[in-house]
């Protein structure tokens, strides 16, 4: 069997196996063997409050009923929002598993050939030690872009729009609607929909040098009616 070209084919294939799976697997595991898992709320940095807070701002009815009112003493009111932000996360998170959103999206952009230039930055492996990375979703397939740096790509209405009917904004999209995420219309997302937009803009947030995120701060909770009079 070794002799043949069948018997050798055979056998560099195991070998090729072995060492993938050493070199992106078991090497990876010891390097980081020793840091320690994240919880949500680690993971709520500046450039995702921003997004969390203009979700607040574009949508607020559709906030306030899915979230509440935040307190007004400042204390409270931060530790109010990052509360608020991880349980969208969390929620968000076990949306896109379930509407199997993972079957069409990876999440890890490889070291080959053009991902970088398509995609972002390589992925790293540190950027998998966390709660929201359990299931880890590299994903098999691309019928849709890689969502690793994802977030603050497209604004949150972009997101609203596409989630509701995905060929109004890509034309020739597979991408199926999700009318179950808003109460009647794009404009008016329920906590699903709020929920999976955060996590959706989460995605790649932990890049701070990333250029997406490069103008990106905190900033106070504002209505839009506020910022039209603001700016005549």
């Not at 050493?22 to 063997?33: D, E, G, I, R, T």
């Not at 929620?91 to 598993?97: D, E, L």
Request: glycine share 8%.
């Amino acid at each position: 069997m070794f002799e043949s070209k069948s018997g050798i084919v055979f056998v560099a294939g195991i070998g090729f196996f072995a060492l993938a799976f050493v070199s992106n697997a078991f090497v990876p595991a010891l390097m980081y063997k020793n840091i320690p898992e994240k919880k949500v709320e680690e993971l709520i940095t500046p450039n995702l409050r921003y997004q969390f807070e203009d979700l607040a701002r574009r949508f607020p009815e559709s906030f306030e009923k899915a979230y509440g009112t935040p307190p007004e003493a400042p204390e409270e009111n931060e530790k109010w929002w990052n509360e608020q932000c991880a349980t969208a996360l969390r929620r968000g998170h076990k949306i896109y598993v379930g509407e199997g959103c993972w079957h069409c999206h990876s999440q890890f952009v490889r070291p080959v050939s053009n991902e970088e230039q398509r995609f972002g930055p390589v992925s790293r492996s540190w950027e998998y030690q966390n709660e929201l990375q359990r299931p880890v979703l590299f994903g098999t397939r691309r019928v849709g872009p890689d969502l690793s740096r994802e977030g603050g790509r497209r604004s949150n209405d972009w997101h609203a729009v596409h989630f509701y009917h995905p060929l109004d904004l890509s034309e020739g999209s597979p991408m199926p609607d999700y009318p179950w995420f808003f109460d009647g219309s794009p404009d008016k997302p329920n906590e699903r929909g709020l929920a999976i937009m955060t996590y959706v803009q989460w995605l790649g947030s932990w890049l701070e040098s990333y250029p997406y995120y490069e103008s990106y701060v905190p900033s106070p909770l504002v209505k839009p009616e506020a910022e039209e009079e603001a700016g005549q």
